[in-house]
């Protein structure tokens, strides 16, 4: 029986919640699958953060090198800067474990209802965001701090190296998806005259090395916009690490709801642990209701599993969780419905026993 080592951060808000659903999947899809998983709980967050003025503790990154994969409910909360967050745990185990690629697909299931009334089947699109570099780099500072004079810097870092391995990552996963056949790269090269253009010479480089895929290139306000006029249209879009974070935002609401967006934090080369999370945050006005949407950490579960190479485990999940959405008798509010947390998951294991 394979044994997997899962680092587990359920994090804030509503983030426990859903983890202990998405356990509850891993553990009985590993039954099926004759797979144990060795869950290693580690209480990092708001928490941690107000007991300990960090969001995690020095020796956090030892911790969790040695598991086969994190998995990650959310962190944030309304008492602790965003920017205090993102800095203090997100930023710090995606840069070490050097996850560069995240994965954020976005379906419309039959049986769910999309804002813009496409027909089920019509968005069927992953996003591939550069994950270390660009925006987020945190490069700059302040000068005259907290007096009238202040002034910030902030510098976005670009290099061939980090786009050509995210943007050839996207390609790569274009082929093997084999659907459209087509990468959209989204840049502001028009206004971003040096790091956005050196990305549109580097996408058209290695677009070369792709001959049968089709390749479209948009600006991010145009991108934006044809993200509500012909989401049907793209297959795999691949953004830099600022843009692919608010596309994905969009795409996710394109298909229904938050509650349906999973994520994973890649590290391609299998060298560290890659880091499995929902995309909908910690949503403080909901949590301890049970209410939350567990399936987009359910989801993530599953993308979890086929980058651990368990393929038939991973699309056993995705086709439970297609099922129940197809039904549409068991859904939480987001997707105008009446039924809790559980009772979603409890649909979901039932699938799974089948």
Same mark, same amino acid.
């Given at each position: ?5 899962i680092?587990?951060i359920a994090?804030?808000?509503v ?10 999947v891993l553990?009985?899809?590993?039954r099926k ?17 107000f007991h300990?003025?960090? +969001? ?12 086969d ?14 920017h205090?967050?993102? $800095?203090g745990?997100?930023l ?8 560069y690629a995240c994965v954020?697909?976005?379906?419309l299931?039959?049986g769910? /209802?999309s804002?813009l009334a496409?027909s089920?089947?019509d968005i069927?699109?992953?996003i591939?965001?550069? $994950? ?11 000068v005259?701090q907290? =007096?009238s004079?202040?002034?910030?810097i =902030?510098t ?13 990552y ?6 093997k998806?084999?659907k459209?056949?087509?990468v959209?790269?989204?840049t502001?090269?028009?206004a971003?005259?040096f790091?956005?253009v050196?990305?549109d010479?580097t996408?058209?480089?290695?677009a070369?090395?792709?001959p049968?895929?089709?390749t479209? /290139? ?6 934006a916009m044809?993200?509500?006029r012909r989401p049907?249209?793209f297959?795999?879009? #691949? ?5 692919g974070?608010?596309?994905s935002d969009?795409s ?8 349906l967006a999973?994520?994973? $934090? ?5 060298r560290?642990?890659s +880091?499995?999370?929902p995309v909908h ?8 209701k049970?209410?939350v949407n567990?399936?987009a950490?359910?989801?993530s579960a599953? +993308? +979890?599993l086929?980058h651990?190479?368990?393929p038939?485990a991973?699309?056993d999940?995705?086709e439970?969780?297609?099922? #129940?959405?197809?039904?549409?008798l068991v859904?939480?509010p987001?997707? $105008?419905?009446?039924?809790?947390? /559980?009772?979603?998951?409890?649909a979901v294991?039932?699938?799974l026993?089948?």
């Amino acid at each position: 029986m394979k044994r997997l080592t899962i680092a587990v951060i359920a994090g804030d808000g509503v983030g426990p919640e859903v983890i202990f659903q998405g356990k509850r999947v891993l553990e009985r899809i590993g039954r099926k699958h004759e797979v144990t998983f060795i869950f290693k709980d580690f209480p990092w967050g708001a928490d941690y953060y107000f007991h300990h003025g960090v +969001m995690m503790p020095p020796e956090a990154l030892d911790l969790l090198r040695p598991c086969d994969a994190i998995f990650l409910g959310a962190v944030g909360h309304p008492g602790i800067p965003d920017h205090t967050t993102l $800095n203090g745990l997100l930023l710090p185990i995606r840069r070490t474990f050097d996850q560069y690629a995240c994965v954020r697909p976005a379906i419309l299931y039959p049986g769910v /209802s999309s804002p813009l009334a496409k027909s089920k089947g019509d968005i069927d699109l992953v996003i591939v965001r550069e $994950n270390t570099e660009g925006e987020y780099a945190q490069v700059g500072g302040f000068v005259y701090q907290h =007096q009238s004079e202040e002034v910030a810097i =902030q510098t976005a870092v670009f290099t061939r190296r980090g786009i050509e391995r995210i943007v050839r990552y996207a390609f790569e996963l274009a082929v093997k998806r084999n659907k459209k056949r087509r990468v959209t790269s989204v840049t502001k090269s028009n206004a971003q005259g040096f790091g956005m253009v050196l990305w549109d010479r580097t996408f058209q480089s290695v677009a070369a090395e792709y001959p049968n895929i089709e390749t479209e /290139s948009l600006l991010v306000d145009a991108a934006a916009m044809d993200f509500i006029r012909r989401p049907e249209s793209f297959d795999v879009v #691949v953004a830099s690490n600022l843009f692919g974070d608010i596309l994905s935002d969009i795409s996710a609401i394109l298909v229904g709801s938050m509650g349906l967006a999973p994520s994973a $934090n890649l590290d391609p080369l299998h060298r560290y642990p890659s +880091m499995f999370e929902p995309v909908h945050g910690s949503a403080p006005d909901i949590v301890g209701k049970n209410i939350v949407n567990p399936l987009a950490t359910i989801l993530s579960a599953a +993308m +979890m599993l086929e980058h651990l190479e368990l393929p038939d485990a991973a699309r056993d999940i995705e086709e439970a969780v297609a099922s #129940v959405l197809a039904e549409g008798l068991v859904c939480t509010p987001d997707l $105008n419905g009446a039924n809790t947390t /559980s009772e979603v998951t409890d649909a979901v294991l039932a699938k799974l026993d089948h």
